[in-house]
């Protein structure tokens, strides 16, 4: 189970610009500010590897800052580490992604000859991949209903393979 991911304060993906205090102009304001915003695409975020075990902490509460499930976030357009699950060739190629939620994510991928071209080889399961998880899964208790759990995947978009880490 692969753990998640990019920094907090990249977590949203917004622009960032910088003005100076003496300008009062608000021309020279707005000629700056289109200087200066570079927008960040979500292949820029960088991605770091979690490595924390809950056996290195004494109680869950001292664990469960660090833990994947809370550095997670919203778990809205996050940029995410996964391992392939499993994959669908016919009739719309798809993959499973488990990216360490309780269920996987489910994410459209290229045909075989696409990602031949793009990664050197065929997707397979156990493959380490890179992708942005739009929205996690959900699962609830509806009052009157007669199946009392409601379950779905996650979906995102498939970023591609991660190189091989030492």
Known sequence: MLSRVAFPRCRFLSYSCRLSSKQTNPESV?????????PLKIRDVPMEYTNVQPEDFKTF????PH????????????KL???ISAIRD????????????K?????????????????????????RVSFVLHETESAAHFLGV?????MRLGYGTFLGILKKTS
């Open 30 to 38: 707005n000629t700056e500010l289109a200087s200066t915003q570079n």
């Open 103 to 127: 269920f996987d994510a489910f994410c459209s991928i290229a045909r075989q000859e696409v990602q031949q071209a793009r990664y050197g080889k065929k997707l397979q399961v156990g493959d």
């Open 146 to 150: 007669d199946h009392p759990v409601s």
């Open 90 to 101: 016919e009739p719309d190629p798809a993959v499973w992604l488990d990216y360490g939620g």
């Open 67 to 78: 833990s994947p499930f809370n550095l997670l976030g919203s778990g809205k357009d996050v």
């Open 81 to 83: 580490a996964a391992k």
């Open 61 to 64: 509460e001292e664990y469960f």
